[in-house]
């Protein structure tokens, strides 16, 4: 299959799709971190419109102002920001899950936390998510990365829900997603994906 995975430096969802054999591509307006020549550095939007893609990935499209998490800035804005910017940067990301969302490929998978009230009455033709699991229970050793708390929620057209894979069973799990330090990478830290989860995608979809 042809398979695009938006909004991904990492490659660890685009390695997992190659290693099955697929014609697997990354992108997002960063360059990869790994220096592949498999990463197209473009907004994903101008990419949907130049091929066809047999199914869309989308690894962690950008959140910030979608999440609940965030809501609370929406009436407060943080000192670098005005409420404007902050109003204007939710409509930006709302408009890019729904550009994804509703974009026309057979198989779509978008990856995001939980919403919002405000981001879902922005997302066109809006479904709640299929889906919502921990990391750690796609992981089968306590040291790896896998082994996190951090609540993974997925909207899925044509896909089956994902069936957990792993062993661990949630005692041992780390938060260093939320108590990451205040830094310049916090963001990328933070949107870092999970390989267990990844291979299941490839796994169980392909």
């Given at each position: 299959m042809k398979i695009l995975?938006?909004?991904?430096?990492?490659?660890?969802?685009?390695?997992?799709?190659?290693?099955?054999?697929?014609?697997?591509w990354s992108c997002d307006v960063l360059p990869s971190?790994?220096?592949?020549?498999?990463?197209?550095?473009?907004d994903v939007r101008n990419i949907l419109a130049m091929e066809k893609w047999d199914m869309l990935m989308v690894a962690h499209p950008p959140c910030t102002r979608l999440c609940n998490s965030g809501v609370r800035w929406l009436?407060?804005?943080?000192?670098?920001?005005?409420?404007?910017q902050i109003w204007a940067e939710l409509d930006e990301g709302a408009k890019l899950f729904s550009d994804l969302w509703n974009a026309d490929i057979p198989k779509i998978c978008i990856e995001n936390p939980v919403m919002h009230k405000y981001a879902k009455e922005r997302i066109e033709n809006f479904e709640k998510q299929a889906q919502s699991f921990q990391p750690y229970e796609f992981g089968h050793d306590?040291?790896?990365w896998d082994n996190q708390k951090k609540r993974i929620c997925l909207w899925l057209k044509n896909l089956p829900l994902l069936e957990?894979?792993?062993t661990l069973d949630g005692s041992t799990a780390r938060?260093?997603?939320?108590?990451?330090?205040?830094s310049e990478d916090r963001w990328k830290f933070r949107s870092k994906f999970?390989?267990?989860?990844?291979?299941?995608?490839?796994?169980q979809w392909t």
């Open positions: 995975v938006a909004c991904e430096t990492s490659g660890t969802v685009r390695n997992a799709f190659l290693d099955k054999g697929h014609d697997t971190d790994d220096q592949t020549n498999r990463h197209i550095q473009d009436h407060k804005a943080p000192p670098n920001k005005t409420l404007e306590e040291n790896s957990k894979t792993g938060s260093d997603v939320h108590n990451a330090p205040p999970f390989p267990g989860i990844a291979q299941a995608m490839a796994d």
